[in-house]
T-cell receptor
Framework: GIQVEQSPPDLILQEGANSTLRCNFS?????LQWFHQNPWGQLINLFY???GTKQNGRLSATTVATERYSLLYISSSQTTDSGVYFC??????????????FGEGTQLTVNP | DTEVTQTPKHLVMGMTNKKSLKCEQH?????MYWYKQKAKKPPELMFV???????INESVPSRFSPECPNSSLLNLHLHALQPEDSALYLC????????????FGSGTRLTVV
């Protein structure tokens, strides 16, 4: 099956700093999503981005499908950004975009 | 508040018990999912329902039995579980086909004693 690698595994920031999280995947994809899991376990969908660039407030994401990677940018980080960020993909060989494989995640801690 | 509602939020069950987890969504999504998440690990896909039919079973043991009574409801029936089945069980829904709009519920924390 498709392999998903995220880096860095852990990241500690001071409030106000910027960061970039990376997701590499081993094959072509027809679905790529970024999720944030807060300390209470709730998974929030940040972006559906199998290709291209999207922005939502302080967050933006870029997927370069031909080079098999995606980046999540967090600007002016806040303590509420803390949690685990997951990249999840469905390989292009899948008949639908439903079968998501998750990376191991990046644990982000933002200190005040 | 999440648009995918899971009940109960917490469940403690013995190895001989039978229990059910419930999930409901009203977003018009025609794909629904069960995931299992152990502590400090990513979610792992268990089952996918597409248009109320089981389309993916990730080789899950038969002590987990999914059911999709209609397009809004998804159940997971549990029987004769083992302590290692203790985990956070997450329900999700999305558009069928593309997987667009993946929305997770807040999960059921299951402890098997």
């Amino acid at each position: 099956g498709i392999q998903v690698e995220q880096s860095p595994p852990d990241l500690i920031l001071q409030e106000g700093a910027n960061s970039t999280l990376r997701c590499n995947f081993s094959d072509s994809v027809n679905n790529l999503q970024w999720f944030h899991q807060n300390p209470w376990g709730q998974l929030i969908n940040l972006f559906y981005i199998p290709s291209g660039t999207k922005q939502n407030g302080r967050l933006s994401a870029t997927t370069v499908a031909t080079e098999r990677y995606s980046l999540l940018y967090i600007s002016s980080s806040q303590t509420t950004d803390s949690g685990v960020y997951f990249c999840a993909v469905a390989g292009a060989q899948e008949t639908s975009g439903s079968r998501l494989t998750f990376g191991e995640g990046t644990q982000l801690t933002v200190n005040p | 508040d999440t648009e995918v509602t899971q009940t109960p939020k917490h469940l403690v069950m013995g190895m001989t018990n039978k229990k059910s987890l419930k999930c409901e969504q009203h977003m018009g999504h025609r794909a629904m999912y069960w995931y299992k998440q152990k502590a400090k690990k990513p979610p792992e896909l268990m089952f996918v329902y597409s248009y109320e039919k089981l389309s993916i079973n990730e080789s899950v043991p038969s002590r987990f039995s999914p059911e999709c009574p209609n397009s809004s409801l998804l159940n997971l029936h549990l029987h004769a579980l083992q302590p290692e089945d203790s985990a956070l069980y997450l329900c999700a829904s999305s558009q069928a086909g593309t997987g667009y709009g993946y929305t997770f519920g807040s999960g059921t924390r299951l402890t098997v004693v």
